[in-house]
Nanobody, 121 residues
Framework: QVQLAESGGGLARPGGSLRLSCAVS????????MGWYRQTPGKQRELVAT???????NYADSVKGRFTVSRDGARNTVSLQMDSLQPEDTAVYYC???????????????WGQGTQVTVSA
């Protein structure tokens, strides 16, 4: 079974920085898009940033210019550098990967367990 292992997160002050990282737990045939979503209580999970196999990126308007998503294709890892954090960035952040586990099965979306990011003075 494929799992996504997240690390990072925690508490930051407004204007501060945090870095999230995520790794695919085992060797797989292909990892397509990777990225990060976030969710706050009572709201739907929303896109933060994604990155394709060709390193094409997509960001939510609210984080453009502050967050940077990157990936290591050889290690199947994705990271999110979060700068100039604001209280409204407080949420549970979920790692995402679209994975083709073997050549014989279709693509499937996988999610990490979530990591809390809190921005507060």
């Amino acid at each position: 079974q494929v799992q996504l292992a997240e690390s990072g997160g925690g508490l930051a002050r407004p204007g501060g920085s945090l870095r999230l990282s995520c790794a695919v737990s085992r060797a797989v045939f292909m990892v397509n898009d990777m990225g990060w979503y976030r969710q706050t209580p009572g709201k739907q999970r929303e896109l933060v940033a994604t990155i394709s196999r060709s390193a094409s990126t997509n960001y939510a308007d609210s984080v453009k210019g502050r967050f940077t998503v990157s990936r290591d294709g050889a290690r199947n890892t994705v990271s999110l550098q979060m700068d100039s954090l604001q209280p409204e960035d407080t949420a549970v952040y979920y790692c995402y990967a679209n994975v083709k586990y073997t050549p014989y099965v279709g693509r499937r979306d996988y999610w990490g367990q979530g990591t809390q990011v809190t921005v507060s003075a």
